[in-house]
């Protein structure tokens, strides 16, 4: 067992796979690396995950660099290569996003373009052998090092805040704070009359406030959970003999290249959702 | 599983990835799709045009070839009637040529014919006084008898 090579239990090993490198301020240790993750919850909000942040910072400069040298080779004649992916993938946010946002905005289309590859990106790391990585970085000092950072809440919902304070921010560009204030307290339920009316008021208010608050944690926890699941059942499949484990890890990594596609999908379509009702006026 | 500063951490790359993106990735490919897209819809009008004036050039080779056809055909036809014309005259020509010259050649013979008589005639005359004179014994003297002799000669 894949285990046992590096003197751990199974429980360890499931848990060593999915503790990240965590730097904050202990109570007791001052600024440290959090051994365990009992040193770092005890850190608590006062701490960050340096993994998470390599791999989602340095995903997202290859993001950058990347559409970049197309952006720079784009010309009108016959495209290349990278030109022509760049391109592809190009047109293919920018046709999803002319089909369900009908607002102007010159800000919702590159958003779009970034969430879909930086996320694919970041799911995609997920399948890249789950004991490589984290044992590289152990035999040079690292106590732990996660490689995909999709699959930690913090970035998921880091995005999916970002992108609800997008909406609210163009919600009340677009209608004004009293057009925003109206779209929650007078939906779904409606009348005429000031008195029912008013008691209306606070039944919508928590309907339309409940209906808002869920879409950013809707948003990050789809996609953490998703990748949350799949990078954990790699960690199960690690765990069987090393003859047997392409029998499983084949098939689900094959489906697995759909499910980082789709979430990658669903994450930058809903934003165009969510920013389009933004921009709607009711 | 902790809520920490990954979160901010995250929010704010986020942040500035989408604005790179916003000013250095999307502009540029847009506007070169949108020019190719131009460009492509620019090279199919004139590719559609050229076909057209092929298309035109092609009928006008045609009637032009046409033309041709019919005044080749209208010179050949032409030259033929102009040769059959030719040989009319000619054989016209030659077959007055031949009888002025069967003619000329009769009147000739004629004259001929008229000469040998006359000489004839005159030498049936002397022949005639000769011969008489033989018989006669005597000279007959021609200018005496001349209106005999006259006489005779017309008879021949």
Known sequence: MASSEAGRTTGEYIQHHLQNLVLGVHPENGLSIAHGSEEAAAMGFWAIHLDSMFWSIGLGLFFLWLFKKGADKATAGVPGGLQNFVETIVEFVDENVRETFNGKSEVVAPLALTIFVWVFLMNLMDLIPVDWIPYAAESIGIPYWKIVPSTDVNVTLGMSFSVFALMIYYSIKIKGVSGFVKELIFQPFNSGNPIVQALFVPINLLLEGVALIAKPISLGLRLFGNMYAGELIFILIALLPFYAQWTLSVPWALFHILVITLQAFIFMMLTIVYMSMAHEHH | ?156
């Open chain 2, 1 to 156: 599983m902790n809520i920490n500063l990954t979160l901010i951490g995250q929010a704010i790359s986020f942040a500035i990835f989408v604005s790179l993106c916003m000013k250095y990735v999307w502009p540029p490919i847009m506007t070169a799709l949108r020019e190719r897209q131009d460009k492509i819809a620019q090279s199919l009008a004139d590719a559609e045009q050229g076909a057209q004036r092929r298309e035109e050039a092609e009928a006008e080779v045609e009637t032009m070839l046409q033309d041709a056809k019919a005044q080749a055909a209208e010179i050949v036809a032409q030259a033929q009637k102009r040769g059959n014309e030719i040989i009319d005259e000619s054989k016209t020509t030659a077959r007055s040529e031949g009888e002025r010259l069967k003619a000329a050649a009769q009147a000739e013979i004629e004259q001929e014919v008229v000469t040998a008589r006359e000489d004839l005639r005159k030498q049936v005359g002397s022949i005639a006084v000769a011969g008489a004179g033989k018989i006669l014994g005597s000279e007959v003297n021609a200018e005496s008898h001349a209106k005999v002799l006259d006489d005779l000669v017309g008879q021949l």
